[in-house]
């Protein structure tokens, strides 16, 4: 009985989510993908437009504290719940905006993969291709800064696509949430002549 | 400034590899050494110029040496500050150019197979139009996220 009540909890946890929390559980999701956009933005900047070697241009958190890159913990972090918030906010979506989400997690979820085996070469410190450092099983085409800034982008532009329609007002019959809802409700009232 | 003053006043980093090199050859055979090589990319700024940077699968005694040759001419070669086991060049190497690295010890010396420097891969991508445009795209999301977020903390939730 325990298991079942706690089964209804996690259910009802999911509706409440993708429901009357979806709107701000959204923004919330938003904020933490734009940091972290940022974050790689910061390190394409250091490296592309300040020309500081490769090696020292490790993004703004990096910058500070060396070791969350070196150690792989702060982009497996990321892209683990970069991933999560784009399963769990699934099921709140409708129509096209449901396509463009779902293309979104599914390319976020290929870019866990790299992050997952990237942290446990760092962990075991055995690393593929015989690479002294991690390695992506892209980079032997693609070198790591370039590659990983295409996949945010390539998960971030679907992403804001699928956002832009769900909170359309058009949108608004269609979604259980009130992310589409007009900020000022429409007067009802009679005409009269 | 030179490569040799850059390697010297430059602080500690971290080792080469594919983050900031890419492999020209990976665990090629020379003698009892499985060697790779590597190029430091060409755009990463002036404090490192695209050299060549040979490495050990596992790291050689203290007594072996490693002669590089470009074009028929002998260059500098010298252990690597940053990398362990590994040595650097102290000059550039261009695509086309035709690159012959001997590993050496008391026993002998055994030569890699000759590797042609291919053209850069990061010549495929305008980096700097991409970053412009992906900052550009960030900034306008991140207002628009502002304004919507403080919406959705004006109002309240909506009713079960």
Same mark, same amino acid.
């Given at each position: 009985?325990?298991?079942?009540?706690?089964?209804?909890?996690?259910?009802?946890?999911?509706?409440?989510?993708?429901?009357?929390?979806?709107?701000?559980?959204?923004?919330?999701?938003?904020?933490?993908?734009?940091?972290?956009?940022?974050?790689?933005?910061?390190?394409?900047?250091?490296?592309?437009?300040?020309?500081?070697?490769?090696?020292?241009?490790?993004?703004?958190?990096?910058?500070?504290?060396?070791?969350?890159?070196?150690?792989?913990?702060?982009?497996?972090?990321?892209?683990?719940?970069?991933?999560?918030?784009?399963?769990?906010?699934?099921?709140?979506?409708?129509?096209?905006?449901?396509?463009?989400?779902?293309?979104?997690?599914?390319?976020?979820?290929?870019?866990?993969?790299?992050?997952?085996?990237?942290?446990?070469?760092?962990?075991?410190?055995?690393?593929?291709?015989?690479?002294?450092?991690?390695?992506?099983?892209?980079?032997?085409?693609?070198?790591?800064?370039?590659?990983?800034?295409?996949?945010?982008?390539?998960?971030?532009?679907?992403?804001?696509?699928?956002?832009?329609?769900?909170?359309?007002?058009?949108?608004?019959?269609?979604?259980?949430?009130?992310?589409?809802?007009?900020?000022?409700?429409?007067?009802?009232?009679?005409?009269?002549? | 400034?030179?490569?040799?003053?850059?390697?010297?006043?430059?602080?500690?980093?971290?080792?080469?590899?594919?983050?900031?090199?890419?492999?020209?050859?990976?665990?090629?055979?020379?003698?009892?050494?499985?060697?790779?090589?590597?190029?430091?990319?060409?755009?990463?700024?002036?404090?490192?110029?695209?050299?060549?940077?040979?490495?050990?699968?596992?790291?050689?005694?203290?007594?072996?040496?490693?002669? %590089?040759? +470009?074009?028929?001419?002998? !260059? *500098?070669?010298?252990?690597?500050?940053? =990398?362990?086991?590994?040595?650097?060049? $102290? @000059?550039?190497?261009?695509?086309?150019?035709? %690159?012959? +690295?001997?590993?050496?010890? !008391? *026993?002998?010396?055994?030569?890699?197979? =000759?590797?042609?420097?291919?053209?850069? $891969? @990061?010549?495929?991508?305008?980096?700097?139009?991409?970053?412009?445009?992906?900052?550009?795209?960030?900034?306008?999301?991140?207002?628009?996220?502002?304004?919507?977020?403080?919406?959705?903390?004006?109002?309240?939730?909506?009713?079960?």
């Amino acid at each position: 009985m325990a298991h079942t009540a706690q089964e209804t909890t996690e259910t009802g946890f999911i509706q409440k989510l993708n429901g009357r929390w979806h709107e701000r559980a959204l923004w919330v999701y938003l904020a933490i993908v734009i940091l972290h956009w940022f974050e790689h933005l910061f390190q394409a900047a250091q490296i592309w437009i300040f020309e500081m070697p490769r090696p020292e241009a490790l993004g703004a958190l990096g910058y500070v504290f060396p070791w969350l890159v070196t150690s792989e913990v702060m982009h497996f972090g990321y892209a683990l719940i970069m991933f999560a918030g784009l399963v769990l906010l699934l099921p709140g979506f409708r129509g096209a905006s449901r396509s463009w989400w779902l293309a979104s997690a599914i390319i976020q979820g290929w870019h866990l993969v790299e992050h997952t085996t990237l942290q446990v070469q760092a962990i075991v410190g055995t690393n593929l291709f015989g690479s002294p450092v991690p390695t992506s099983f892209l980079q032997p085409f693609v070198p790591r800064p370039e590659l990983h800034l295409v996949y945010n982008l390539i998960v971030f532009i679907p992403m804001i696509v699928a956002m832009w329609l769900h909170t359309r007002p058009a949108q608004d019959s269609a979604n259980d949430c009130n992310c589409a809802t007009p900020d000022v409700p429409a007067l009802v009232g009679v005409a009269t002549a | 400034m030179t490569l040799a003053g850059t390697v010297v006043t430059a602080s500690p980093a971290l080792a080469h590899g594919d983050h900031d090199a890419r492999p020209l050859l990976r665990h090629a055979q020379a003698g009892p050494y499985s060697v790779s090589l590597w190029q430091v990319y060409p755009d990463v700024g002036s404090a490192m110029t695209p050299h060549l940077i040979v490495t050990f699968d596992d790291p050689p005694p203290e007594s072996t040496q490693v002669t %590089v040759v +470009v074009d028929s001419a002998r !260059v *500098d070669v010298v252990p690597s500050m940053t =990398t362990p086991g590994a040595w650097e060049t $102290l @000059t550039g190497v261009l695509a086309d150019d035709v %690159v012959r +690295v001997t590993v050496s010890n !008391v *026993d002998g010396g055994w030569e890699v197979p =000759t590797v042609v420097i291919p053209h850069p $891969l @990061t010549s495929v991508l305008p980096m700097r139009a991409l970053i412009m445009i992906s900052i550009f795209l960030a900034s306008g999301v991140a207002w628009w996220a502002g304004g919507r977020t403080a919406r959705a903390w004006r109002r309240p939730l909506p009713e079960v």
